[in-house]
């Protein structure tokens, strides 16, 4: 099956930013997973799976953002340590 941008979580330039960023790090990163939607219950089970300790999370300054923030409910579910790193758009 062909790889369909349309069906990505993040579109190329969000991909090439976040590339960018694991290119930038001045650490190994062994790991990077892209999610989307109601994180809570699948970032613990991939915390659990692959040993993290360390989670970076990416946040919107947008009108939906600011009503409805996913980084809190991130941080107050994740079992590990949250970074999260404000995005412009």
Not at 28 to 49: C, M, R, S
Not at 56 to 76: E, L, M, T, Y
Request: proline fraction near 4%; aromatic fraction near 6%.
């Amino acid at each position: 099956m062909k790889d369909d941008p349309e069906q990505r979580p993040l579109n190329i330039e969000a991909m090439e930013r976040l590339n960018g960023f694991a290119e930038y790090a001045d650490c190994e990163l062994n790991h990077f997973i892209i999610g989307t939607g109601d994180l809570g219950d699948k970032l613990k089970v991939a915390i659990a799976q692959n040993d993290f300790d360390l989670l970076i999370c990416g946040h919107h300054h947008d009108f939906w953002s600011k009503i409805v923030s996913a980084s809190r409910q991130v941080i107050n579910s994740s079992p590990v340590d949250v970074l999260v790193v404000p995005i412009e758009d």
